[in-house]
């Protein structure tokens, strides 16, 4: 069966810090890759997908970037956080059928406190 | 932009009840997904309507989707305490992307 990890599960950062989050997915091949932020009560802000190696599509101009070294590893970074960049951090994995019917498995998350 | 809107935004209901929430997005849609999160947690993915159908069940869960009004909604018969949680539509697009509403907190006192 198909399991998505990420760690850390909770990072307190000072401003001006550099970040590394990692997603690793297990069971498939060949998945798309996605991150996303949740703001407290919120919903989710789609910030970047990836539907390969070294593909990366960023949703939204930030402080952020993402890579994809591996086939099911995804990493969101930041060289410099800032306060704004707090939030719950989702990564999430898809079956690319290319078909209407793409549902997304969401890792347990990594809760981020800019400091 | 986050292209669903929900609501309500809390509902609160006691056990036993049936509990109704809405969604509303803005562009055609190939399919329209309803998630759950609890505090802290993932999402995991309920259920799944695509955009030629009108009606879907899943155990006590029923989804509806009305393409002419841009609309879903998302009910839950005979709830329980462990249905307290966020619930989410997501809207998918041409393309792999999906748009996630705001959110329903529901909370199930017993």
């Known amino acids: 069966s198909q399991t998505i990890h990420q760690w850390p599960a909770t990072l307190v950062q000072p401003v001006g810090s550099p970040l590394s989050l990692e997603c690793t997915v297990e069971g498939t091949s060949n998945p798309n890759l996605y991150w996303y932020r949740q703001a407290a009560g919120r919903g989710l802000q789609l910030l970047f997908y990836?539907?390969?190696?070294?593909?990366i599509s960023s949703e939204v101009p930030q402080n952020l970037s993402a890579s994809r070294p591996q086939d099911r590893q995804f990493i969101l970074s930041s060289k410099k956080l800032l306060l704004s960049d707090s939030g719950f951090y989702l990564c999430a994995w898809s079956v690319p059928t290319g078909g209407a019917g793409e549902t997304q498995y969401f890792g347990p998350g990594t809760r981020l406190l800019v400091l | 932009s986050q292209q669903g809107e929900e609501d309500p935004q809390a509902l609160s209901i006691q056990e036993g009840e049936n509990a109704t929430m809405n969604c509303s997005y803005k562009t055609s849609i190939n399919n329209l997904q309803w998630y759950r999160q609890n505090s802290g947690r993932g999402l995991v993915h309920l259920i799944l309507i695509r955009s030629n159908e009108r009606e879907k069940h899943s155990g006590r869960l029923r989804v509806t989707l009305d393409t002419s009004k841009k609309s879903s909604s998302l009910l839950i018969t005979a709830s329980r305490a462990a249905d307290t949680a966020s619930y989410f539509c997501a809207s998918r697009a041409a393309g792999n992307k999906l748009t996630f509403g705001g959110g329903t907190r529901v909370l199930v006192k017993p």
């Open positions: 990836s539907v390969g190696i070294g593909q």
